[in-house]
């Protein structure tokens, strides 16, 4: 639901339906990155210390770092997803891409 509901750009109650979701699950901090950005690099911090060798929380949280201008973490964080899983490509592509975007 609360997929459907953020791409129909009704973000109010995609957060809703996410923040029902992490009472379950905590590790489940994709939809939070709506309007949210704090808060969802605090879920994926979270998420992280339960299961530090989450590699898409550390590229989700990368991705959350990049909507708030912080690069350096951005770039730190895709860095660490790909420490894990190597062949993940959409870090890779989001990391060589926030490089770019800083001329490196």
Do not use: W
Request: charged share 20%; aromatic share 8%.
């Amino acid at each position: 639901m609360a997929i459907i509901y953020k791409q129909q750009g009704n973000y109010a109650d995609a957060i809703s339906c996410y923040n029902e979701v992490l009472h379950f699950d905590p590790l489940v901090a994709d939809g939070l990155e709506i309007g949210r950005v704090k808060e969802a690099i605090q879920h994926y911090s979270h998420a992280i210390v339960i299961r530090p060798h989450l590699d898409e929380a550390y590229a989700n949280m990368a991705s959350a770092y990049e909507d708030s201008e912080h690069v350096e973490a951005a770039i730190k964080s895709y860095r660490q997803a790909l420490a894990i899983h190597p062949n993940f490509p959409k870090a890779t592509c989001n990391l060589l891409h926030t490089l770019q975007c800083v001329c490196d």
